[in-house]
T-cell receptor
Framework: DQQVKQNSPSLSVQEGRISILNCDYT??????FLWYKKYPAEGPTFLIS?????DKNEDGRFTVFLNKSAKHLSLHIVPSQPGDSAVYFC???????????FGTGTRLQVTL | GAVVSQHPSRVICKSGTSVKIECRSL??????MFWYRQFPKKSLMLMAT?????????EQGVEKDKFLINHASLTLSTLTVTSAHPEDSSFYIC?????????????FGSGTRLTVV
């Protein structure tokens, strides 16, 4: 039962353009959503998060949008840079259990 | 910022032996530590949650007698893979939190690549 899904396994974007990574979830009890960036053979690095009571959070080039009615969130990276190439995971936090549930990841490739 | 050190980064062991992986929070007290496993091109799967001084809570399908977790102090948790088999080969990642879960509060180690031959 995959409660957090990232339906696009990969995405290729040209440098300078916008990257949009999507994530869907099924559990309405999640209270926080987080995005992580991960390189092979390394642990995830936190990027940005959003509370379930918000619909947008922005930090520099990264913006996360949350649509609670659609149970959908997205990460926008603009402008995209080659150094952004990595696997991006969305994760959802369950307050009562205090744990994270990860999506399946999207591999972003930013080309020159 | 918060740093979590995980050691070793990679280990190769023979079938039937046990392997211990350490996870340390370097500059904060980790009230809760988590152990994940990642299969190639797959998501991070939570194996267990451990709170300092108490028994770990294992996720469904994870054998607690095979994956022994010890969280004896607020800065150290260990995962021991007992009687390892080739199917235990995977990338194991720990995470620690001091209680703030909003993002930076969950800090991940750099992972351990376990290969069982």
């Amino acid at each position: 039962d995959q409660q957090v899904k990232q339906n696009s396994p990969s995405l290729s974007v040209q440098e300078g353009r916008i990257s949009i990574l999507n994530c869907d979830y099924t559990n309405s009890m999640f209270d926080y959503f987080l995005w992580y960036k991960k390189y092979p053979a390394e642990g995830p690095t936190f990027l940005i998060s959003i509370s379930s009571i918000k619909d947008k959070n922005e930090d520099g080039r990264f913006t996360v949008f949350l649509n609670k009615s659609a149970k959908h969130l997205s990460l926008h990276i603009v402008p995209s840079q080659p150094g952004d190439s990595a696997v991006y995971f969305c994760a959802a936090h369950t307050g009562t259990a205090s744990k994270l549930t990860f999506g399946t990841g999207t591999r972003l490739q930013v080309t020159l | 910022g918060a740093v979590v050190s995980q050691h070793p980064s990679r280990v190769i062991c023979k079938s039937g032996t046990s392997v211990k992986i350490e996870c340390r929070s370097l500059d904060f007290q980790a009230t809760t530590m988590f152990w994940y496993r990642q299969f190639p091109k797959k998501s991070l799967m939570l194996m267990a949650t451990s709170n300092e001084g108490s028994k770990a809570t294992y996720e469904q399908g994870v054998e607690k007698d095979k994956f022994l977790i010890n969280h004896a102090s607020l800065t150290l948790s260990t995962l021991t893979v007992t009687s390892a088999h080739p199917e235990d080969s995977s990338f194991y990642i720990c995470s620690a939190t001091g209680g703030d879960y909003r993002g930076p509060g969950y800090t991940f180690g750099s992972g351990t690549r376990l290969t069982v031959v």
